[in-house]
């Protein structure tokens, strides 16, 4: 059964950093593409970055470039999503979901997991 379990979420000041963690089960990471997505209150769900298997890397939107990053630990079969210099604007759910499309980090992303609360506030 694929699994996917997001950590690392919290509450941090403006300009604050947080990494995020996604852990898989079930698959190996050299299997599927690994994106991360936050929705906000209000708003609709948007993507944040992709890693392919080969492990390049897809930014969803141009605001979070410069500022967040993404990487893969295949031993550990484990996503980070490394968030830079917070805004109040990036406070929402992250979730990270699992596409077949390994190498394009192309939709549909199929799994997905619980999702972890980030909240940017002074």
């Known amino acids: 059964q694929l699994q996917l379990v997001e950590s690392g979420g919290g509450l941090v000041q403006p300009g604050g950093s947080l990494r995020l963690s996604c852990v898989v089960s079930?698959?190996?990471?050299?299997?599927?593409?690994i994106g991360w997505f936050r929705k906000a209150p209000g708003k609709e769900r948007e993507g944040v970055l992709c890693?392919?298997?080969?492990?390049?890397?897809?930014y969803f939107a141009d605001s979070m470039k410069g500022r967040f990053s993404i990487a893969g630990d295949y031993a550990q079969n484990t996503v980070y999503l490394q968030m830079n210099s917070l805004k109040p604007e990036d406070t929402a759910v992250y979730y990270c979901?699992?596409?077949?499309?390994?190498?394009?980090?192309?939709?549909?992303?199929?799994?997905w997991g619980q999702g972890t609360q980030v909240t940017v506030s002074s």
């Open positions: 890693i392919s298997s080969g492990g390049g890397t897809t």
């Open positions: 979901a699992a596409s077949h499309e390994r190498l394009t980090c192309a939709p549909p992303f199929d799994y």
């Open positions: 079930g698959f190996t990471l050299d299997r599927y593409a």
